[in-house]
């Protein structure tokens, strides 16, 4: 039996970040780089079906990125992943979450997994949607948002539950093979041990091509992509502040700034 | 020949040759029972894992002799029980060696060289001194009864914290028999000890040899005076002596022959313990072997020998059970629960023939003899127990062990687990970024040099709290104003400095301590600097004793130690003296630690303040609570914090004005206790670099000329 889990490694801004020359990204250096948060639980959702299981289960985790991501696959590796999967080709340098998707499908194919886990979102992105496009290209049934799980490995159909607003929980029973997106707090993710992230440096990560999956480079990077970003960029902050003194004051101050919007003060 | 120089005692007088066959017969098998109970008992710490010691064996036994025979540590804060237990002490080797004599002259040199010198003037003064060292023992043990029957003192209550009533090892009665049993005992055979001298001298009142030198045995004398004038004859005391002798004789042996399976072995295993001692047990933790598969202690035989021997050495003595904040604040731990649980753990299953399964080694859990999660969770490791231990007990080393394997199976605090993830992302325990680490520079008028990048003279290692609290923050910048005044060349490492660890390695986190420390050290070696100084006591500790495992030895000192020098030297004068009344709080890493009681005290007499020491203090100094990574679980919510317990010893200090602290966790976790028992506006906490800044007036600046 097997469990394939779709991870990111993902960045967080540190302070007094610098956008990137071409306007549509932050400067590498600047980024504090992790696995998704998100990941943390499916992949914790995973090793939990597995240690519960009486038959063996193999817990594989894949990416499509680079190789600094191997860090993330690593810490993956030392909470219990059995093996790392890493797809890149320079050619998916832009790729947008379909053309990640439709990668991510051709590795599910080849590794064949009784179902497929992902996180809701990425933490730095947040399109929410390359759990469930990965659905789309494999064909499979798929539910997003999911809080909890009850799936034995090899078994036909799994049952969870959904979260709706107003506190209206949503059972739903599901075909296996599936893709499922994991809902944060769906379980409480295990420490990785520094000694245990040592260890799993020593493991090694299975690294994929392009022609390894059989895809071609069209299918890949902004040509196999329905969107690409623009620009990336802080807002304009507003501004507010606290108009002080007595009523006929306070008034002077707002038809002033009311004027100097207006553009009158000039 | 003068009279008295044929006087001695006639062993086995009057005595049945079978009898005597018979007693030698009972004392050896007494002797085999001691042996295989030796055995047993070596046995058992050979099941735990090989520890090489240091130092040469002969300087360890020298020490070891010191220790037992001042009797130091077992005197240190209960002098009556160290005094009590001084007589029972003194009075038991003098006897010993009294047998000892006895038996050198009359089974090995009397029958092999025919050399007899127990005799004479050498007997009567050998009865004199036994009979004073038999008061002494009497006199020490009955203190004891008195002490355990009548003071009732909660330092020897069993009932444990880590267990409910109904739990089946919460009331532990056993123990206290055990102790009145041994008690008995020895108070008996000393008792009828007397009573047989009284007896004989009865029986033998008509020989002048005896009687005329009876006051050289002056209680047995004194006894005898009494059997007689009751109407004791000498007949009755023939009987008397011979009954009483067989009574003594058989309780004396069955003790020796017990000595290896009850309490009484501690006369053994503490002195061992005393001897194998670790004076930086707690200061410099051990690294992981690299060979050993899974870190920590999971089952018993994880345990060095030497730590299954710590176990049997304690002696229920709760000195370690008063020290504890953890138990005084009604946290589920006392460290001599810990020690006692798994002394109950080793016994029950290393003392067999044949070793039981793994599955039954492990110690962590809620069965009898296992110690929780929720126990070890709960330690400050403030070294408060290993430092008092008169028998050193190493307790903190032990629950560390077995925080690691905690560590590594998760099985802690959520909080604990994301800050272990924030400090191993970020290097701080803040989840700051790393550039932020100098930020506190940024408003100060001079500028802080980068030690990466120009030699100083001086290292400044700032530490974590230091860098990014707030509130600690204003100190570290005041600290900075004064070493900038006071013309000292220092610098600072900016976002080479990570945490420096200390904390982290007493979670149990070692891989991620062997991180940041291998980090700092890189840092360090690429710096140029003659000596390190911090404000930390945390950092402090783990730099000087811990990092040069890791091959990074440099010279450092506390800023209290440094501010003292500058004082000294004249490079900081005291233009506004300070008439405060004040306390001092010894932070547990600094003056237990590192027994650094005396600088801050120092600077603040030549500050001017009058400093009023709460009763806990220097080495019994009581824990702000932030210890050991407690600092970064929550305190259970209704219960009293250390801090708190704290604070409301230094309010008893009529007129307390300021509650002067030297460690930026300590200002932390005061200034939040003084306003949550409601102290606040009754005094303040200041940290001592403020102290000094109100009293050390900024250089005057040489006006502009116009």
């Known amino acids: ?46 090793v939990k079906i597995k240690e519960a299981s009486s038959g063996p289960v193999e817990v594989v985790v894949v990416s499509v990125a680079p190789e600094e991501a191997d ?15 890493r797809i890149w080709d320079d ?47 494999l064909g499979w049934p798929h539910a997003a948002v999911v809080s909890s799980l009850d799936y034995a490995p090899g078994a036909k159909s799994a049952v969870f539950r959904r979260e709706l607003e107003g506190g209206l929980l949503q059972e739903v029973e599901i075909q296996c093979p599936a893709v499922l997106t994991i809902q944060l707090g769906i379980n409480t993710p295990r420490y990785a041990s520094l000694r245990s992230i040592k260890q799993a440096a020593a493991k090694p990560v299975e ?47 707002l038809a002033e700034i009311i004027r100097e919007f207006k553009g009158d003060a000039a | 020949m003068s009279r008295t120089d044929a006087v001695t005692r006639i062993l086995f007088e009057a005595f049945p040759t079978a009898e005597v066959r018979l007693f030698y017969a009972l004392g050896y098998t007494a002797i085999g029972i001691f042996c295989w109970g030796v055995y047993v008992q070596i046995r058992k710490y050979r099941r735990g894992t090989a520890l090489a010691l240091e130092g040469s064996l002969w300087s360890r036994a020298g020490g070891m002799v010191a220790q037992v025979f001042s009797h130091r540590t077992v005197n240190r804060r209960d002098h009556a029980a160290g005094g009590a237990h001084r007589l029972i002490f003194y009075g038991f080797v003098l006897l010993f060696l009294g047998t000892a004599t006895i038996t050198l002259q009359y089974d090995i040199l009397e029958p092999l060289f025919g050399i007899r010198f127990w005799q004479g003037e050498f007997y009567l003064i050998f009865s004199l001194v036994l009979d004073i060292a038999g008061i002494a023992l009497l006199v020490g043990l009955v203190y004891m009864m008195y002490r355990r029957g009548w003071l009732k003192l909660p330092k020897l209550d069993y009932a444990r914290t880590d267990r409910a009533l109904g739990d089946p090892d919460f009331l532990r009665p056993e123990y206290r028999r055990e102790d ?100 930086k047990a707690a200061q410099r933790l051990t690294r992981i072997p690299a060979t050993q598969e899974t870190p920590g202690v999971a089952k018993i035989t994880d345990f060095t020998w030497k730590q299954l021997l710590n176990l049997d050495a304690c002696t229920k003595c709760g000195r370690c059970h008063e020290a504890c904040p953890a138990r005084a604040v009604g946290a589920p731990l006392s460290p001599r629960d810990v020690i006692l649980s798994l002394r109950e753990f080793a016994n029950a299953a290393l003392e067999s023939g044949s070793l039981p399964p793994a599955a039954e080694l492990g110690v962590h859990g809620k069965s009898p003899g296992q110690v929780s999660m929720e126990t070890l969770w709960s330690c400050r490791t403030c070294m408060a127990c290993v430092e008092i231990c008169p028998v050193a007990v190493e307790h903190v080393p032990i629950i560390v062990q077995m925080r690691r394997k905690l560590v590594e199976d998760g099985d802690m605090d959520p909080l604990l687990t994301k800050t272990l993830q924030t400090i191993h992302k970020t290097g701080n325990s803040f989840g700051e970024s790393k550039r932020k680490r100098g930020s506190w520079t940024k408003s100060l008028p001079f500028k802080v040099k980068d030690a990466r990048k120009e030699p100083v003279d001086l290292l400044w290692f700032v530490g974590d709290y230091a860098s990014f609290d707030p509130r600690n923050q204003k100190v570290t910048q005041i600290f900075a104003t004064l070493l900038h005044e006071a013309g000292v060349d220092f610098g600072i490492l900016y976002d080479g400095e990570s945490n420096a660890g200390n904390d982290v390695r007493r979670v149990g986190e ?38 040069p495992d890791f091959g990074g030895k440099y010279p450092i000192q506390h800023y209290t130690s440094l501010l003292k020098q500058l004082f000294m030297d004249g490079n900081l004068k005291v233009t506004r003296p300070l008439a405060l009344k004040t306390t001092f709080h010894d932070p547990c890493h600094l003056g237990r630690f590192n027994k650094g009681y005396e600088a801050p005290r120092e600077v603040l007499r030549l500050l001017g303040c009058q400093l009023i020491d709460m009763k806990r203090c220097r080495d019994n100094s009581f824990c702000c609570g932030a210890g050991g990574g407690r600092i970064w679980i929550p305190d259970p919510v209704g219960s009293e914090k250390p801090a708190q317990n704290r604070m409301r010893e230094a309010a008893a200090i009529p007129g307390l004005e300021v509650y002067v602290v030297s460690c930026p966790k300590d200002l932390t976790m005061f200034e939040d206790a003084l306003k949550t028992t409601g102290n606040e506006g009754k005094f303040v906490v200041k940290e001592l670099i403020e102290l000094v800044r ?6 005057e600046i040489p006006a502009v000329p116009a």
């Open chain 2, 180 to 279: 009145w049993a041994f008690l008995w005992t020895l108070v008996i055979i000393g008792c009828t000890g007397f009573l047989l001298e009284a007896a004989r001298l009865v029986w033998l009142h008509a020989r002048p040899d005896v009687w005329d030198t009876r006051w050289w045995s002056p209680v047995g004398a004194a006894v005898a005076q009494a059997l007689e004038a009751v109407g004791l004859t000498a007949h009755g005391g023939a009987v008397l002596r011979l009954s009483l002798w067989w009574f003594h004789g058989l309780l004396a042996l069955t003790f020796i022959a017990l000595i290896p399976f009850t309490k009484v072995k501690h006369i053994f295993t503490s002195a061992a313990s005393l001897m194998v001692r670790d004076p």
């Open chain 1, 1 to 46: 039996m097997k469990i394939l889990i779709a991870v990111k490694q993902v960045a967080a801004l540190d302070e007094d970040f610098e956008i990137r020359e071409d306007g549509r990204d932050v400067e590498a250096e600047f980024l504090i780089r992790d696995l998704n948060e998100w990941d943390d639980y499916s992949l914790e959702e995973a």
């Open chain 1, 207 to 253: 690294v994929k091509t392009l022609a390894d999956l059989k895809l071609s480079a069209g299918e890949v990077g902004e040509s196999g992509s329905h969107s690409r970003i623009r620009r990336m960029y802080i807002p304009d902050k507003g501004q507010a502040q606290l108009i002080e003194g007595d009523a006929a004051a306070k008034a002077r101050r």
């Open chain 1, 91 to 137: 050619a998916m340098e832009g790729s947008d979450p379909i053309a990640i998707a439709r990668v991510l499908a051709a590795a599910a194919k080849a590794e064949a997994p009784d179902m497929l886990f992902a996180g809701v979102q990425s933490s730095d992105q947040t399109f929410a949607s390359t759990g469930i496009a990965t659905a789309a290209f």
């Open chain 2, 694 to 699: 109100e009293a050390v007036s900024a250089p």
């Open chain 1, 71 to 85: 860090e993330a696959l690593r810490k993956c590796l030392a909470k219990g992943a059995d093996r790392a999967l």
């Open chain 2, 510 to 547: 070692e891989g991620l301590y062997e991180v940041l420390a291998e980090s700092n050290i890189a840092s360090l070696a690429a710096a140029t600097f003659k000596s390190i100084v911090t404000t930390d006591p945390h950092s402090y500790n783990t730099i000087l004793n811990e990092y």
